[in-house]
């Protein structure tokens, strides 16, 4: 069965800086897609970022971009020029194709300012 | 373009009862997804639909079912609650299947309290 890890449940970082959350995956799939949800507190939760699994660019969205290692069943989150407004959970996701969405525990982060 | 709703936003019921919550998608949105979200499990699947029929399906047990309308709502019920219903419910829809190259658009939810 697929499964979805992060590790870091909790994180902090100081405004302005980069950090980066983790997500590992099992599958043995082949063709899938993986995302990153933000989730602000008492928000909805919105799509960061995703990557389809047959594309070996990493995708990136203004601020934020991810490293995909598909040998290594890795898809981190790099969130450079951290600002207030992304403090939040973060949840990685896969999905393979026509099946159910899994996602990980999630990671808080929090905004130092 | 109104974005997904959620009825109702906050919902307490006693154990034994049977509760239904509803989503309306955006419109032109043909699939809707639940979810349910606790502090323990995180996010766990419930089902998905599209054009009426149950495309997928989570590892809940029965007393959790869904439907979908013409108009691409969506309702789920819970019967014979138990305390460990407790969640916030999370609806979102897309266009096409979930989780494909579509991008899902979530609801604020519904904070369902079993006592």
């Not at chain 1, 999905?95 to 130092?112: C, Q, V, Y």
Request: aromatic share 12%.
């Amino acid at each position: 069965a697929q499964t979805v890890t992060q590790s870091q449940p909790e994180m902090s970082v100081q405004e302005a800086e980069t950090v980066t959350l983790s997500c590992t995956y099992d599958t043995s799939e082949s063709d899938y897609y993986l995302f990153w949800y933000k989730q602000p507190p008492s928000r909805q939760m919105i799509l960061v970022i995703r990557q389809e699994a047959y594309k070996q660019q990493n995708a990136t969205e203004n601020r934020f971009s991810v490293n995909f290692q598909k040998a290594a069943k890795s898809f981190s989150l790099k969130i450079s020029d951290s600002q207030l407004g992304d403090a939040a959970m973060y949840f990685c996701a896969y999905r393979s194709a026509a099946d159910k969405i899994i996602f990980g525990k999630g990671t808080r982060l929090h905004i130092l300012p | 373009k109104a974005g997904v709703t959620q009825t109702p936003r906050y919902l307490i019921k006693t154990r034994g009862q049977q509760v239904t919550l509803s989503c309306s998608p955006i419109s032109g949105h043909r699939s809707v997804s639940w979810y349910q979200q606790t502090p323990g499990q995180g996010l766990q699947f419930l089902f998905e639909y599209f054009s009426e029929t149950q495309r997928n399906k989570g590892n809940f047990p029965g007393r959790f079912s869904g439907r979908q309308f013409s108009n691409s709502r969506s309702e789920m019920n819970v019967s014979t609650l138990e305390l460990g219903d407790s969640a916030l419910y999370l609806c979102a829809s897309s266009f096409i299947l979930a989780g494909t190259t579509d991008t899902q658009y979530f609801g604020p939810g519904t904070r369902l309290t079993v006592l």
